[in-house]
């Protein structure tokens, strides 16, 4: 647009039509078969959400725990829930942001134990801090 003097939306959208032209001229390629071979969507939005979920394969531990994105997940102790110990599950990762845990269809409950929340910087440091200065004390008093 710099190259054509194009400073402003108003002559970005009138010389729009003209670079979609050129750019299909360049770049463009036929369809090897010219037939339309899209298919209608017939799933519903939560069907559609489950289809562009992303799916990891996950171990479960002996203690019913499987880890993802640095965070350990705790499977509710069930009868049910303790026959997948070492038996792979799908954590499913929805585009939303939300999570769930399903192994053959079944939704399994779940809660979180996030590591990373656990840990008190501060807390670190202070105790850093904390043990040279009684290391200071300790020889003072020597």
């Known amino acids: 647009m710099r190259l054509e003097g194009i400073s402003s939306i108003a002559d970005a959208n009138k010389w729009l039509h003209c670079f979609i032209e050129q750019f299909n001229r360049k770049f463009a390629k036929m369809a090897f078969n010219p037939k339309d071979l899209h298919r209608t969507v017939t799933e519903t939005a939560e069907e559609l959400d489950d289809i562009f979920t992303w799916r990891e394969p996950r171990r479960v531990t002996n203690s019913l725990t499987i880890t993802y994105d640095k965070c350990v997940y705790l499977l509710e102790n069930t009868e049910e829930n303790q026959r997948l110990m ?3 599950i799908e954590f499913l990762d929805y585009p939303d942001g939300t999570v769930a845990i399903e192994h ?5 409950n779940y809660s979180i134990f996030n590591k ?9 440091v202070e105790n850093k801090r904390l043990g040279s ?10």
Do not use: D
Request: proline letters at 0%; glycine letters at 8%; charged letters at 20%.
């Open 116 to 124: 990373l929340s656990q840990l008190n910087q501060r807390e670190i």
């Open 133 to 142: 200065v009684l290391a200071h004390i300790q020889q003072q008093h020597e």
């Open 86 to 88: 070492g038996k792979y």
């Open 104 to 108: 053959q269809g079944r939704k399994i």
